[in-house]
C-alpha cells in the first residue's frame, strides 16, 4: 500500500489554465504539506496543513491554493499557470507521536506549463 | 535557521561502507540532525535522525560529534541502490525542513 499518493503523476498544460494536483495519505497523519522542486533540484516548503488548518504559507503566490478537505487529503490547485509554475511538486505527510517526527513524501506530480 | 555544510559530491565503491559528512558549527541546543535522501524521480526518503548519541537503524548510522557541530552519515555497505542526494537538515523537533543543496553520492559498481 502506497503512504502518500499523488495524481496525477505527470501534468502538461498551456499558460493561463488552472490545474489541480491531488495527494493522500494512509499514515493516519495529522499534518501535511506541499513542497516545490524547480529544475535546479532545489527542494522547497510551500504549505504545511495541520488536521486541515493552514498553518504555514511560505509567501506563495496566491494563485497557489491549498485545499485540506480531511485529514487524509491535501489538494493543490493553480490559476492562471505560469511558465516559472513548472517544477516537481511534492506532498508529505508527518506524523505527531513521540519520536516518530519523519515526513514521508509522495512521488510527485511533475508540471510542465507550455 | 542554523546551517548545513556538505560536500556537493562524493564517490564510493560498491559494497564498501561510505562516510557522508556535514558540518553545522551553529547548531543549537534543540536542533535536531536529520537525515533524508532523494533516490532518481523520487520523493526525498527519511532515513534517520539524532540529538546528541550516535543512532543506529536499519539504513544507516548517525555518528554525531561531542560538540554537536558536525556528524557522519554511514552507510555500512553501499549499494547501487544507495545512489541519491543525500540531505543533513537542522530541524527544531516538529518544525518545518528546510532542504540544501545535500551531497550528490555516486556509486561505482
Known amino acids: 500500500d502506497t503512504a502518500v499518493s499523488q495524481t496525477p503523476k505527470y501534468l502538461v498544460t498551456q499558460m493561463g489554465n488552472d490545474k489541480s494536483i491531488k495527494c493522500e495519505q494512509n499514515l493516519g497523519h495529522d499534518t501535511m504539506y506541499w513542497y516545490k522542486q524547480d529544475s535546479k533540484k532545489f527542494l522547497k516548503i510551500m504549505f504545511s496543513?495541520?488536521?486541515?488548518?493552514?498553518?504555514i504559507n511560505e509567501t506563495v503566490p496566491n494563485r497557489f491554493s491549498p485545499k485540506s478537505p480531511d485529514k487524509a487529503h491535501l489538494n493543490l490547485h493553480i490559476n492562471s499557470l505560469e511558465l516559472g509554475d513548472s517544477a516537481v511538486y511534492f506532498c508529505?505527510?508527518?506524523?505527531?507521536?513521540?519520536?516518530?517526527?519523519?515526513?514521508?513524501f509522495g512521488p510527485g506530480t511533475r508540471l510542465t506549463v507550455l | 535557521d542554523a546551517k548545513t555544510t556538505q560536500p556537493n559530491s562524493m564517490e564510493s565503491n560498491e559494497e564498501e561502507p561510505v562516510h557522508l559528512p556535514c558540518n553545522h558549527s551553529?547548531?543549537?541546543?534543540?536542533?535536531?540532525i536529520h537525515w533524508y535522501r532523494q533516490l532518481p524521480s523520487q520523493g526525498p526518503e527519511y532515513v534517520i535522525h539524532?540529538?546528541?548519541s550516535n543512532v543506529n537503524n536499519r539504513m544507516a548510522s548517525l555518528a554525531i560529534a561531542e560538540d554537536r557541530k558536525s556528524s557522519t552519515l554511514i552507510l555500512h555497505r553501499a549499494t547501487l541502490r544507495d545512489a541519491a542526494v543525500y540531505y543533513c537538515i537542522l530541524r527544531v523537533l516538529y518544525e518545518k525542513l528546510t532542504f540544501g543543496t545535500g551531497t550528490r553520492l555516486t556509486i561505482i559498481p
Open positions: 508529505a505527510s508527518r506524523g505527531l507521536a513521540g519520536a516518530a517526527d519523519t515526513q514521508y
Open positions: 539524532g540529538l546528541t
Open positions: 496543513y495541520n488536521n486541515k488548518e493552514l498553518i
Open positions: 551553529t547548531i543549537s541546543g534543540t536542533d535536531y
